[in-house]
């Protein structure tokens, strides 16, 4: 279970694991006063201290027992879900609809997916797409019960009812916000201020900020969805074909939050080894501030590893998903930097190593496929050009 919230200038909810900020945009401009989703303000939400965008990378210092911000954080991530097929009947009890992956998830302070399908009421299948996904509110509650704190909707499927489900969306997502448990939803919103605003979460006294953008229109096997893209005054997704946007929010993300994750919808389908251009985006992304930089959308599990100050998984893969194989979630215990700047650092990944079944939801391996899997990954590593 989740634990506190930030909520109408007060802590609300009790026991648990993080304390969500639901003000970004104040946080990140330093402002003593924000407005929620719901739209009421908060005037207790306080900007971390500042922190040097670039520089080498800080040594793990050694953790205080009596210093709660000293402690790892340890950050739950996975891969892509939706609801179709077999699984579309599982919203009918949201409480239970991710299974046996909930205890993986749920374990970690963060838990953080890509929900690729849209989500609401509503709309027409957008003309021209071979495949459509859809899902109703329901989704949004089904991943806060398997405890996921933030879900990115930054995907060629978020809006595939078209832009008349849109507003149906977002209505959804602002309710998840509020919900108990809650979710966070990324990557998407009433314009591109909105689609970019990262989700911001304290651990302990650890501020994680989530960002996510979809770059997926680099994959020419991928429905052209750069009209889906949020603009000035124009609701959408956070699309990063070009990408300054991203990489000035995350530099900005950088200077008032301790770890930077960034969740991408990438590459080419099909490819377990990282395209090119991946490759050098997830190099900018490191440069410009991003501890964490993980994607999917190749639908295969690709390598992850660390690249230089950062930790990168190129590929996610399926999490849950209306066509077996493969899957799992990745774990990243991360230490926070020292203050008043540094970096922080991945010093241990571990995945749980799953298989996708008929019932369309991820399930432990046996000890020979998860000796398989380890393998699998150190070749993946090598092809993404990573390091342990």
């Not at 749920?106 to 838990?111: I, K, N, R, Y």
């Not at 650890?206 to 000035?232: I, M």
């Not at 571990?350 to 398989?372: K, N, S």
Request: one cysteine or more.
């Amino acid at each position: 279970m989740r634990g506190h919230r930030w909520h109408d200038g007060a802590m609300a909810g009790a026991g648990g694991r993080s304390v969500r900020i639901l003000c970004a945009a104040a946080v990140t401009l330093g402002l003593a006063a924000c407005t929620t989703p719901g739209g009421r303000q908060s005037s207790d939400v306080t900007s971390s201290p500042g922190r040097a965008p670039t520089g080498s990378a800080s040594t793990p210092r050694e953790p205080d027992p009596g210093d709660e911000r000293s402690r790892p954080v340890r950050i739950a991530l996975a891969g892509d879900v939706h609801f179709e097929g077999a699984l579309a009947r599982r919203l009918d009890e949201p409480d239970t609809a991710l299974g046996p992956a909930a205890a993986a998830l749920a374990a970690a302070d963060l838990a953080i997916v890509n929900l690729e399908t849209s989500v609401g009421t509503g709309g027409r299948p957008e003309p021209g797409k071979r495949f459509t996904f859809s899902a109703s509110p329901a989704a949004f509650a089904a991943l806060a019960a398997a405890g996921i704190d933030v879900a990115s909707m930054a995907n060629n499927h978020a809006l595939d009812l078209s832009r008349a489900r849109l507003p149906s969306t977002l209505r959804a997502a602002r309710s998840a916000a509020d919900a108990d448990p809650p979710l966070s939803v990324v990557g998407i919103g009433r314009d591109a201020d909105e689609a970019f605003r990262p989700d911001l979460t304290d651990v302990r006294g650890t501020l994680v900020a989530t960002l996510a953008a979809s770059l997926a229109d680099q994959d020419p096997t991928a429905d052209a969805t750069g009209h889906w893209a949020a603009g000035a005054g124009r609701s959408g997704i956070a699309d990063a074909i070009e990408p300054a946007r991203l990489l000035a929010e995350v530099r900005r993300a950088d200077r008032d939050a301790d770890v930077v994750v960034t969740y991408l919808h990438w590459g080419v389908q099909g490819e377990r080894c990282p395209s090119v251009d991946q490759r050098s985006m997830a190099a900018r992304l490191v440069e410009a501030g991003a501890d964490v930089v993980v994607g999917t959308h190749a639908h295969r599990l690709q390598g992850d590893g660390h690249l230089g100050r950062g930790y990168v998984a190129y590929g996610l893969g399926n999490f849950a998903w209306y066509s077996p194989g493969p899957t799992g979630v990745l774990t990243l215990t991360v230490q926070p930097p020292p203050r008043p700047s540094g970096r922080a650092t991945v010093v241990d990944a571990e995945w749980w190593p799953a298989a996708i079944g008929a019932d369309g939801l991820p399930a432990p391996v046996g000890t020979t496929a998860a000796a398989d899997f380890r393998a699998q990954r150190e070749v993946l590593r090598a092809c993404a050009g990573l390091t342990r």
